[in-house]
């Protein structure tokens, strides 16, 4: 079974550029999640989609990230215009039906901004 | 607003050594609680998941167990292994079963 997949890897960029990160869940799983992990700190989720409707994005900053589900399969996340404060590595994650269950990460894209 | 507190932040312990891993939480209303392993540059990878109305999880060396009217749970790691070395994450989900809740976890170095 193939695991969850990102990209890039590796972005670096200056401030108040925009950047995009890509994430193709594990095939079937209905939840898909992004987290950002500031260096130091546990992951704290920013949306969670169920399939390709938005179920918690209470602490997605709107005003510059936004995501989208394609037809409830993969996933994109973007920063338009990025900060300094956005340095971080981004999750993705996947589970089958929602968030009380084993959830699936992938390798996360580690994102600088300068 | 649950918050998750992992001590200690960092511990390095010789090969062979067993060790205790402590997370605590907030609201002790939760669902679940679970653990995961953290290696450098890599995802995170699910160890344990504790239903609420359990007290433990074994898997391999790796015994979870669950204290929720205290809010608390440890990890515990026998006969460890330099392959052991890696940050461990607690995360807690709360009874509306919304979302995962971090810890900041627990950074463990494993010598030879």
């Known amino acids: ?114 | 607003k649950q918050e998750v507190t992992q001590i200690p932040a960092a511990l390095s312990v010789p090969e062979g050594e067993n060790l205790v891993l402590n997370c605590s939480f907030t609201d002790s209303a939760i669902y679940n609680l679970q653990w995961f392993r953290q290696d450098p540059g890599k995802g995170l990878t699910s160890l344990l998941l504790i239903q609420s109305s359990q007290r433990e999880q074994t898997s391999g060396r790796l015994n979870a167990s669950l204290d929720k009217s205290s809010g608390r749970s440890t990890l515990y790691i026998a006969a460890s292994q330099p392959g052991d070395s890696a940050t461990y994450l607690c995360a807690v989900v709360e009874t509306s079963g919304s979302r995962l809740t971090f810890g900041e976890g627990t950074q463990l170095t494993v010598n030879p």
């Open chain 1, 1 to 114: 079974e193939a695991g969850v997949a990102q990209s890039p890897r590796y972005k670096i960029i200056e401030k108040r550029q925009s950047v995009a990160f890509w994430c193709n869940p594990i095939s079937g799983h209905a939840t898909l999640y992004w987290y950002q992990q500031i260096l130091g700190q546990g992951p704290k989720l920013l949306i969670q989609f169920q399939n390709n409707g938005v179920v918690d994005d209470s602490q997605l900053p709107k005003d510059r990230f936004s995501a989208e589900r394609l037809k409830g399969v993969d996933s994109t996340l973007k920063i338009q215009p990025a900060k300094l404060e956005d340095s971080a590595v981004y999750l993705c994650a996947s589970s089958w039906t929602g968030p009380a269950e084993t959830q699936y990460f992938g390798p996360g894209t580690r994102l600088l901004v300068l």
